[in-house]
């Protein structure tokens, strides 16, 4: 049974950081590419960042880039996103994914964790 437990969102003041941890389980998470969506209210939901099965390949949403560093270990089953600089608009969702393929993990993921929400607020 595939399980994606996220952790580490909360309230943050503008211009404040957060890291968010994702814990896997039920599938060899060395395959699999992993990846970080988010859903603001109101919104769809988006693609931050995304990670190949072995870290060497990583992507980010443009709004995030030079902010937001996506990162896993794949001796822990943990995919971590560091958020620096926060923003309003980066309040949302944070959704961790997984899927054994590096184009499909950025397209439309097959497994998601809850979700944990992060609110930047002065």
């Known amino acids: 049974q595939v399980q994606l437990v996220e952790s580490g969102g909360g309230l943050a003041q503008p211009g404040e950081s957060l890291r968010l941890s994702c814990v896997a389980s039920?599938?060899?998470?060395?395959?699999?590419?992993m990846s970080w969506y988010r859903q603001a209210p109101g919104k769809e939901r988006e693609l931050v960042a995304a990670?190949?099965?072995?870290?060497?390949?990583?992507i980010y949403v443009d709004s995030v880039k030079g902010r937001f560093t996506i990162s896993r270990s794949n001796a822990k089953n943990m995919v971590y996103l560091q958020m620096n600089s926060l923003k309003p608009e980066d309040t949302a969702v944070y959704y961790c994914n997984a899927d054994p393929s590096w184009i499909i993990v950025q397209a439309r993921p097959r497994y998601w964790g809850q979700g944990t929400q992060v609110t930047v607020s002065s």
């Open positions: 990670i190949s099965s072995y870290g060497g390949s990583t």
């Open positions: 039920g599938f060899t998470f060395s395959s699999y590419a």
